[in-house]
């Protein structure tokens, strides 16, 4: 039994949207920042980072969303993350672009434009948002040209890579990131949106995201 300790932030979201897409039971173990119980003894004693996401599995605790994902679709001996070794390369090499380019950008922005204000960090960086999107889309662009001629990121199939990076596609529409000029990305992104594990990944963490934003 895996059980999953995290919040409701893309970090965490990328390997809830991951573990249900590869159909796999886990218990969500909801770790309110808010109230800091990310800095216990107790959660520290299962990472030395004290943030989540943290997989906990036979005694053995893991962190970090892309080798959690990674790890329970191997234990699952998942086609979602195949065994041979070029096409597992591919699969990582769309989940580190993610995370290190389109992602990085999109939760730049959900800061600026979502989270500071909730927190009450005052008012977005208006000159910080336009570098981003400008930035944000220049990435995104690569991804419409990839899927020109094809349907998913890695292998001509769905992957683990999809669940990873909707966390972070999820985010253009709260900021306001119009996708009408990447066509075949919004088609990607709502191929994503429409499946049956991420409608049930997302019930699976909204009582707490009632609970702490009573929304």
């Known amino acids: 039994m895996y059980r999953l300790h995290g919040f409701f932030t893309q970090n965490s979201m990328k390997t809830v949207y991951v573990l249900e897409e590869l159909g796999v039971e886990f218990e969500f173990v909801f770790v309110n920042l808010m109230k800091l119980e990310n800095r216990t003894d107790e959660f520290r004693a299962m990472t030395p980072a004290g943030k989540v996401p943290v997989l906990e599995h036979d005694g053995e605790f893991l962190f970090e969303s892309g080798p959690i994902c990674r790890y329970v679709a191997s234990e699952e001996k998942s086609p ?43 008012e977005p960086d208006e000159a910080r948002c336009a570098e981003v999107v400008k930035f944000a889309n220049q990435q995104l662009k690569i991804v419409e040209r990839w899927l020109s ?67």
Request: proline share 5%; net charge neutral; glycine share 8%.
């Open 80 to 122: 979602l993350y195949p065994a041979d070794k070029l096409q597992r390369a591919r699969v990582d090499q769309w989940m580190t672009f993610f995370t290190c380019h389109p992602g990085r950008w999109l939760t730049t922005l959900y800061y600026e434009k979502i989270i500071k204000n909730a927190a009450g960090m005052g």
């Open 149 to 215: 001629d094809k349907e998913w990121l890695a292998n001509g199939a769905l992957s683990i890579a999809e669940p990873f990076a909707l966390a972070y596609m999820e985010q253009a529409g709260a900021v306001g990131l119009s996708l009408d000029e990447l066509p075949r990305v919004q088609a990607w992104f709502e191929r994503l949106e429409d499946r049956d594990s991420t409608a049930t990944a997302r019930q699976k963490v909204q009582p707490y995201v009632q609970a702490v934003m009573g929304g």
